[in-house]
């Protein structure tokens, strides 16, 4: 089983300045199998990222994917108040069919 | 414009059996690929249960495989979930989603089951 790490688990920025997320595998990963996710408290994960770098619906250009082998990065351009929330890693193996998620990012005001 | 909700009851007793289901309106359940269970302890991260294609046999997260049962009901447009021989650990907030492109696009606004006696 393919291991997510996320870092850093918190990440304290202001609004404006760019955040960048990484996403290590524990073995090289085909990039079509990484998404991305962002949850506020109390709701839902929304994707925002699948296929390593396509933008979901909806998603505004300031997020983007990137990354290929074992290291994955998530890029917040320039940070909005509403981008402040924890951010999670998925992969999708399929031998035998599974779905694995890193521990998540903490995106925090500064 | 897809909507999923989940429903069932909040508090499980030890050992018993957690049933849930997940209703869809702008998403074909019984035609549609893919639709999954994912949960979340609170405060902590998510973790995959199992997913459904249709017509073909679930797949489940190994860890959870013996006590787990994912199932669609096509007549009544309803995901289920059975989760038995439940513990506290079994307490999340539990999720339907519907799968593409080897993630989930939508997500039903999730339902916490706790387990306690």
């Known amino acids: 089983e393919i291991v997510l790490t996320q870092s850093p688990g918190t990440l304290s920025l202001s609004p404006g300045e760019r955040a960048t997320l990484s996403c290590k595998a524990s073995q090289s990963v085909n990039s079509r199998d990484l998404a991305w996710y962002q949850q506020k408290p109390g709701q839902a994960p929304r994707l925002l990222i699948y296929?390593?770098?396509r933008r979901a619906t909806g998603i505004p250009d300031r997020f983007s994917g990137s990354g290929s082998g074992t290291d994955l990065t998530l890029t917040i351009s320039r940070l909005e108040p509403e981008d402040f929330a924890v951010y999670y890693c998925?992969?999708?193996?399929?031998?035998?069919?599974?779905?694995?998620f890193g521990q998540g990012t903490k995106l925090e005001i500064k | 414009q897809v909507h999923l909700q989940e429903s069932g009851p909040g508090l499980v007793k030890p050992s018993g059996t957690l049933s849930l289901t997940c209703a869809a309106s702008g998403a074909s359940i019984g035609s549609d690929p893919w639709w999954s269970w994912v949960r979340q302890p609170p405060g902590k991260g998510l973790e995959w249960i199992g997913e459904v294609y249709p017509g073909e046999s679930p797949n489940y997260n190994p860890s959870l495989k013996s006590r787990v049962a994912i199932s669609v009901d096509e007549s009544k447009k309803q995901l289920s979930l059975e989760v038995n021989s439940v513990t506290v650990a079994d307490t999340a907030v539990y999720y339907c989603?519907?799968?593409?492109?080897?993630?989930?696009?939508?997500w039903g606004q999730g339902t916490l089951v706790t387990v306690s006696s």
């Open positions: 998925q992969l999708y193996g399929s031998s035998p069919p599974m779905y694995t």
């Open positions: 296929g390593a770098s």
């Open positions: 989603a519907r799968g593409s492109e080897y993630s989930w696009h939508h």
